[in-house]
Every structure is written in structure tokens, then in C-alpha cells.
């Protein structure tokens, strides 16, 4: 079977039968393109990546025509075939949902109701990708996906809302992965602006009273496609690379991996950088669901750093 793939979009396929057939949403971004290419390198998988020009998932009919679209020519092969669609798409500009709420409204919460719903005409899966910021920020402990939720700003409420669409129109078939910290080789992401800066300045100040798990858009591809094919039970789950670490202490991380000195980035706190939208202070998110859906862990964040800055280099040296 011939392969043929187009990162901005376009069909991946690697040989032997297809068992599994993907339409990715938001091609062309770091989680999507990571995720094209897992599905080339992997096997017995067919993926089309769509991008907005491709398809503007807030437009109805566009959804409904390009899924059941979609459906007809995969089952036409053998009606066999899984189909799953994976949302990476989203409106992820944090401080400008304060002013724009309606839009990321459009793209994070209906537009994942109109995919759930074409998917559940065809009786295909869903995959969501969603956000730590669906939750106040304020434990002291990682979140289970069965916690209160409680978000501070425009970004989270509409994520969440758009996790609440998927699970009550896609109740057997829908899958919500929240993950955080993402970077990749793709587009543009904290660890590249840390890069940009150090050649830049002799220091920088990064805050230490905000913690996550920074997770490599590679593994939580790896983790997504492994999900798609598999026979977790429908769910929220959460997905990050393990454990955890301040903005501070990533930033020092960065910049061992560019061989620059970890003590040129200085200790600050997020009152000096005062934005629109609030940031968590606290946002690790627990694996335990994860795990127990029989699911690969996905590796420590700082081993899969190094392995991104080896695989990558160049990209995140711009």
C-alpha cells in the first residue's frame, strides 16, 4: 500500500490492511502534525489531516457533508474499518478569549458538539483534546478527571463547555483528553520563545508560583493514536508527560539543552506579569484514569525534553 502524506493536510496511510481510519482536525499545528506522523511510522492506520482550509469546523453542513463524506469512502473499502475523529483543533489564544469570547465559544464548545454529532450519525468515535485550564488552578494535589471543575477565564469556560457537548452527545464513543504545558517541533510554543531569549538577553525572568508537567506534543500524539485503536472505555482521561515542574524550572531545563547556563534564568512571580486572563497556578494533572484504561504512561517530562531537543534541535533553535 503506497504512502502518501501532506503535513498541512492531506492522507497518511502506512501498509498492510487498514483497521483504522482518522479525520484530524486542526492540521498544520504542533499535536496534529505529531500525530500525522505517528500514524505514516505506525501501521494498519489511514489518517486525512484537515485544516481550516479544509474544513471550518463551525460551519454545520461543512462537518456533517465532510464526515459523512469521510465514512462512506472508508467503509466502501470495508465496512469493517473504526472511525474515529480527532479534534486538535482549537481556539487557544488565552488572553484574547477575554474579549472574544463568542469566537473561542465558536471553535472550543459548538464546533466539538457539530463533530460529535456527525460522528455519532456515523457511529464513529471521538477523540477530544482539551485543557488543564477547565480547572481553578488552586489545589495543591493533581487533579483527577472526576474533580470539581472551575474556570477562571474565557479559554477554560469554553473548552469546558466544549468537553460537555462531546460527552453528552458521544456518551459511548467519546473520549475528552486533557493535557498541558504542550510544546512541539511545530508552530509556536514556550520552550522556543525561551530558546529566542537567551540568545537575545543575558537573563530572563520566568515565574516560579505556576506548576505543571511540560508534555512533548509527540508523546501525547503517540498516546491519542494508541487510544483511537483501543478498547478504553468512553471517557475523560488525562494525558501529560510525568511529573512536574514550576515555568521557572522548565525554563532552566531549556536551557541546559542548548548548552546555555541554568542560572542566567531568574526567579519571578506571576504578579510581575499581569494579563488578562488569569494562568492556574497549579496544573498537574493526575494520570490514574490513564493507567487504569490500560493505556501506556507516557514518559517524565524532562527525559522526553531531551529526546524532543535530539529529534528536533534545529526546529526549536528557529
Known amino acids: 500500500m503506497a504512502t502518501a502524506e501532506g503535513r498541512d493536510g492531506g492522507e497518511v496511510r502506512r501498509g498492510g490492511p487498514v483497521s483504522l481510519a482518522l479525520l484530524v482536525t486542526g492540521a498544520g499545528g504542533q499535536l496534529s502534525t505529531d500525530l500525522l506522523e505517528a500514524v ?23 462537518v456533517n457533508d465532510m464526515v459523512l463524506g469521510w465514512e462512506r469512502i472508508v ?12 479534534n486538535c483543533a482549537a481556539y487557544t489564544a488565552v488572553d484574547a478569549a477575554e474579549t472574544d469570547e463568542e469566537t473561542a465559544y465558536a471553535v472550543n464548545a459548538a464546533a466539538p458538539a457539530l463533530l460529535a454529532t456527525a460522528c455519532a450519525k456515523v457511529g464513529a ?25 472551575g474556570p477562571r477565564g474565557a479559554y477554560g469556560r469554553t473548552k469546558l463547555a466544549g468537553e460537555q457537548a462531546v460527552r453528552e452527545i458521544l456518551p459511548d464513543a467519546s473520549y475528552v483528553v486533557r493535557t498541558a ?25 520566568v515565574v516560579d508560583d505556576q506548576r505543571g508537567s511540560p508534555t512533548w506534543s509527540k508523546d501525547l500524539a503517540d498516546g491519542l493514536l494508541e487510544l483511537a485503536g483501543s478498547e478504553a472505555p468512553a471517557g475523560i482521561l488525562h494525558a501529560t508527560n510525568a511529573g512536574e515542574t514550576t515555568w521557572h524550572g522548565f525554563t532552566q531545563a531549556i536551557f541546559e539543552e542548548i548548552g546555555a547556563d541554568p542560572a542566567r534564568v531568574l526567579t519571578t512571580t506571576s ?48
Open 271 to 318: 504578579d510581575a506579569f499581569p494579563r488578562p486572563a488569569p494562568r492556574p497556578a497549579y496544573s498537574v494533572l493526575s494520570p490514574r484514569a490513564w493507567h487504569e484504561a490500560g493505556l501506556r504512561p507516557l514518559p517524565g517530562w524532562r527525559d522526553s525534553l531531551a529526546e524532543a531537543f535530539r529529534l528536533h534541535g534545529d526546529a526549536f533553535r528557529g
Open 181 to 205: 504545558w504542550l510544546y512541539g517541533a511545530t508552530g509556536q510554543n514556550f520552550v522556543k520563545t525561551m530558546v529566542r531569549l537567551a540568545g537575545e538577553r543575558e537573563t530572563v525572568s
Open 40 to 62: 505514516r511510522t505506525g501501521k494498519d492506520v489511514f489518517a486525512r489531516g484537515l485544516t481550516i482550509d479544509d474544513l471550518d469546523i463551525t460551519d454545520a453542513f461543512a
Open 125 to 149: 468515535r471521538m477523540v477530544h483534546v482539551s485543557t488543564d485550564y477547565v480547572f481553578p488552578g488552586d489545589a495543591t494535589q493533581p487533579y483527577e478527571v472526576g474533580d470539581p471543575t
Open 75 to 86: 467503509r466502501s473499502d470495508n465496512p469493517e474499518h473504526r472511525l474515529a475523529v480527532v
